[in-house]
């Protein structure tokens, strides 16, 4: 449950940083802000990237390729495979890449034949994509061959016997962060004994620790076979361009932020705003909506106070300009903003706006009609075309 901001009992009201007050801050700093607009040094300064740049790794080396390919040869009971695996990739945009990563991993593990990951809606974004709306399936399935074996659906002969529907194939749940010898020894028989399993929900169901021929097909499927889909990374491509040539007065660079201030956001993390009691009513309202009863459990304690005080609480839109601000960054500064419908957006994003007028959206920076096939994804606050430009640009 998420206890009142105002309860003396877990004594937090007082502590410095317990409560929010950015947006004051916020006041009585504007006209300092708006007359600091950064010396000629600061903004050649701005740009650079202060720590050494980390150079992007290659996957595994020859040594676990060769691993992997023994321990496929070693787990083969029979030629061919063990069955199919069938996977439910739950949670948002990046939560379904991870699992995208651990189905193929354990696919692998099993000596299984993938079926294309299905995507669960969910119950925020409301999103109805599917594997193919937002990656591109050929580049998937070619770049796993020779590791694993992907399908986009089940023979048909399967098919007949689950009545033509997946969803007829009995789920087998996995516990969370499940390990290798579990998946071995409580997975792999009936994977052998029914030849086709299907796992839902999959977030989190395979731990970190797993062996280097393993880890292989984690990074093979992070860095070579995902890839978004044509339509998507072309209108990324267009945002990008059109934010360059909107960022002349800092030489085509920009800044883009994926912020996270969403209505759902704010509610799972109980933190305080400034919307007193009518806000806390809202969000108790949404929190039951939207997760039934998760968070009047007696053993979930969330005290908001001490959420702010560890820095767990989103950023406001103005915590991100006054933060740029001090970085360095100026009201000539362009901002990518990529995000779903903001809460109380009019009243937030103002005084960002203020702080930098140069403020972006994918709507403001492509026409009705290359938006159009994404209209239905972006009444749904689908993020995907929006993470797509900030993986192409100047990051935060």
Not at 44 to 53: A, D, I, L, N
């Amino acid at each position: 449950m998420c206890v009142g901001p105002f309860s003396g009992f877990w004594g937090y009201a007082s502590v410095p940083g317990s409560v929010y007050r950015s947006y004051e801050n916020f006041q009585r700093l504007w006209d300092d802000i708006r007359l600091d607009n950064s010396s000629a040094l600061q903004l050649s300064s701005v740009w650079k990237y202060k720590r050494r740049v980390k150079v992007q790794k290659p996957c595994p080396n020859s040594t676990a390729r060769n691993h992997f390919s023994m321990y496929r040869t070693s787990i083969m009971e029979s030629p061919g495979s063990s069955g199919y695996l069938i996977v439910d990739a739950n949670g948002g945009l990046n939560q379904q890449r991870s699992a995208i990563c651990n189905a193929v991993a354990v696919a692998g593990l099993l000596n299984a034949i993938l079926v294309i990951p299905r995507f669960e809606l969910n119950s925020v974004w409301r999103d109805p994509s599917q594997f193919g709306d937002i990656y591109d399936e050929e580049h998937f399935i070619n770049n796993l061959k020779g590791y694993v074996n992907v399908v986009r659906e089940l023979p048909e002969a399967l098919m007949e016997i689950y009545d033509q529907n997946i969803s007829n194939i009995p789920n087998f749940r996995v516990q969370a962060w499940a390990t290798v010898n579990y998946y071995l020894g409580v997975v792999l028989p009936i994977l052998r004994d029914q030849r086709v399993i299907r796992i839902a929900p999959f977030a989190n169901r395979l731990t970190m620790n797993v062996p280097s021929h393993i880890q292989l097909l984690r990074c093979i499927t992070n860095y070579k076979a995902l890839k978004f889909s044509p339509p998507i990374s072309s209108l990324a491509e267009k945002l990008v361009s059109r934010m360059i040539e909107r960022s002349s007065m800092t030489g085509g660079k920009y800044v883009s932020v994926h912020l996270r201030f969403e209505q759902d956001m704010v509610a799972f993390s109980c933190c305080v705003y400034e919307g007193g009691e009518a806000e806390k009513l809202k969000m108790d309202s949404f929190r039951e909506q939207e997760w039934k009863g998760k968070f009047k459990r007696k053993d979930r304690v969330i005290v908001p106070a001490l959420n702010r005080i560890e820095g767990k609480c989103p950023l406001t839109p103005v915590e991100v300009g006054l933060m740029l601000r001090g970085m360095g960054f100026d009201n000539n500064t362009s901002i990518y903003i990529a995000s779903g419908k903001i809460y109380q957006a009019e009243k937030h994003l103002a005084p960002l706006r203020e702080m930098f007028p140069l403020l972006y959206t994918k709507e403001s920076l492509a026409t009705p009609d290359e938006l159009a096939p994404f209209e239905i994804f972006m009444k749904l606050e689908c993020p995907a075309a929006s993470l797509r430009g900030i993986l192409l640009s100047w990051q935060l």
